[in-house]
């Protein structure tokens, strides 16, 4: 037995909760994992509340991310006593995920954990800074350096805006942060960013096209935003749109795209091959400092992930969240 948080959805109603659950209920799978850090994201959140159809099988344990230990292994590429993390494949949603002690997986979704990091920090990055670093890649293959001019970050206070700060910063690029929080003016200068600019400035519909300002961006909002941030891009320059926290709708126009020669960069990290992911976690090893790291970071227990998740969605959580789930 484990312990676990369970999502159910019956004639009574959606409904997670922190259970004991049986090893023998654990989902197929070539590879066995002690879980010894696990972490909240966005749609994590979004799985714990309901508040949108993530979960598609149930009963599901939630968690897109996690990081441990190797107990049991039949893949060719693990052995027992592997560190690995794992990061999206649908594990959450699809498959058993990572707030619960165990997991079993297939062996093609995880990857070692990085000797940079303990598992602690390397959930502390998850899903949010692993994806933070897939949108700066797709910004620097772009070709966009620091000389171009200023990065726009949107929903900065979130995981993936606070990651890429920090990224971007010590990249030597020059970052606003675009928030709804202003009181989180000297956390986000800390981060590294040189401005702050109200979220209401994108959040509300704007004109087909603006005024020229950002050499590249990094959003993960979407809808209004996404498309504001597109319309006041310089020549081209790139976008890379990642969430949806504002919305999935993106309410634009085609002028940005054949008046500038803008470029909107999709980014997914959820079903990313082997070899970008592996690169992702490299540069992250490298690039992304510890201490910021560590000040954008909250530890809770499994039972208060249940809370938590809520407040994600509200907006109430700063950075990112770890998840100890053995207490």
């Not at 954990?113 to 949108?135: H, K, N, V």
């Not at 890649?137 to 949107?154: F, S, Y």
């Not at 709804?180 to 004109?207: M, Q, T, V, W």
């Not at 992702?280 to 910021?292: H, N």
Request: glycine share 12%.
């Amino acid at each position: 037995m484990f312990n676990g948080i369970l999502i159910n959805k019956d004639e009574a109603g959606y409904r997670a909760s922190l259970q004991q659950i049986d090893e023998a209920q654990l989902p197929e799978g070539d590879v066995t994992v002690r879980v010894d850090w696990s972490t909240l994201n966005y749609k994590d959140g979004l799985a714990i509340t309901g508040k949108s159809p993530v979960v598609r099988r149930f009963p599901m344990v939630p968690g897109i991310d996690f990081a441990g230990t190797v107990t049991a292994s039949s893949h060719a590429g693990w052995q027992v006593g592997d560190k690995v993390i794992l990061n999206g494949w649908g594990v959450g949603e699809t498959h058993w995920g990572g707030l619960a002690q165990v997991a079993r997986v297939k062996g093609d979704w995880l990857v070692p954990q990085p000797q940079a990091f303990s598992a602690r920090q390397a959930m502390a990055i998850g899903t949010a800074g692993y994806t933070a670093m897939l949108c700066v890649l797709a910004l620097e293959k772009h070709g966009i350096k620091p000389a171009d001019g200023e990065i726009l970050v949107t929903g900065a206070n979130g995981g993936v805006g606070s990651v890429a700060i920090a990224l971007l910063a010590k990249l030597g690029y020059t970052v606003v942060a675009s928030t709804g929080r202003a009181a989180e003016e000297a956390h986000l200068k800390a981060l590294g960013a040189s401005a702050i600019i109200d979220r209401n400035e994108f959040s509300a519909p704007g004109k087909p096209i603006g005024k020229e300002r950002w050499a590249g961006v990094v959003d993960a909002v979407g809808s209004h935003t996404l498309a504001n941030a597109c319309a006041t891009t310089k020549y081209r320059g790139a976008v890379a749109a990642c969430g949806l926290a504002q919305g999935m709708d993106f309410p634009a126009s085609v002028a940005p795209f054949i008046l500038r020669g803008v470029t909107l960069y999709g980014i997914d990290s959820v079903m990313a091959p082997l070899a970008v992911r592996l690169e992702a976690w490299e540069r992250l090893g490298r690039d992304l400092e510890i201490a910021k790291l560590d000040a954008i970071t909250r530890e809770i227990s499994l039972a208060e992930a249940l809370t938590v998740g809520a407040e994600l969605l509200e907006g109430k959580v700063r950075g990112r969240v770890v998840v100890d789930v053995n207490r």
